[in-house]
């Protein structure tokens, strides 16, 4: 069946280092693609998407690609910040209409 | 613009009883999504209504139902509570159009805890 697989956390990293979250998805199809960022004591919010295969998502510095071939939609950052610190998940909206979350990865950023 | 609200934002039931969680969407969506978070099992899908119908189910047993009212805000309720019901609840809503690509906001959540 759909699924997500995404990067065990917890991650912690200093400021302004470079972030990686992998992400990987099995589908029917080509399905749109979100990572979502989850704050401490909040709901999620969408950080970014992307709805076919090579679109980029992109905001506030976080990017991701949608990669068929390898079926992977990997966030990345360039320049982390202590407020980035939070739980990530990467999900798909899935052939049976739903999403589908990863497990979340946990990430901390130290001053 | 006013965002997803849900309420009560805490709970504490006892096993056997049942809940009702409320979930009002922001003004002009028309689909509510409601999921369950656990540490163990993660973010899953329970149901989504649209137009007051429900348009989408997950995995769940039927202790766990939903309606949606004309004004879009919905309830969910769960019934004869488990210990393992104990989650984060989270409503989301949307446009409900371009369901494949539609972006969902989010409520706070409501925390049920059953002892």
């Known amino acids: 069946g759909d699924s997500v697989t995404q990067m065990e956390g917890p991650v912690t990293l200093s400021e302004e280092a470079f972030l990686t979250i992998n992400c990987t998805y099995t589908a029917t199809g080509y399905p749109s693609l979100f990572w979502y960022v989850q704050y401490p004591g909040e709901g999620l919010q969408l950080l970014l998407k992307?709805?076919?295969?090579?679109d980029k998502g992109s905001n506030k510095g976080f990017e991701a690609t949608y990669r068929k071939e390898t079926t992977s939609f990997h966030l990345e950052k360039g320049s982390v910040q202590v407020s980035d610190s939070a739980v990530y998940f990467c999900a798909q909206y899935s052939s049976a209409s739903k999403i589908i979350f990863g497990s979340g990865t946990r990430l901390s950023i130290r001053p | 613009k006013a965002g997803v609200t849900q309420t009560p934002r805490y709970l504490i039931k006892t096993r056997g009883q049942q809940v009702t969680l409320s979930c009002s969407p922001i003004?002009?969506?028309?689909?509510v999504s409601w999921y369950q978070q656990t540490p163990g099992q993660g973010l899953q899908f329970l149901f989504e209504y649209f137009s007051e119908t429900q348009r989408n189910k997950g995995n769940f047993p039927g202790r766990f139902s939903g309606r949606q009212f004309s004004n879009s805000r919905s309830e969910m309720n769960v019934s004869t509570l488990e210990l393992g019901d104990s989650a984060l609840y989270l409503c989301?809503?949307?446009?409900?159009?371009?369901?494949?690509?539609?972006?969902?906001?989010f409520g706070p959540g409501t925390r049920l805890t059953v002892l």
């Open positions: 989301a809503s949307s446009l409900g159009l371009a369901v494949a690509t539609d972006t969902q906001y």
């Open positions: 003004s002009g969506h028309r689909s």
């Open positions: 992307a709805t076919k295969a090579d």
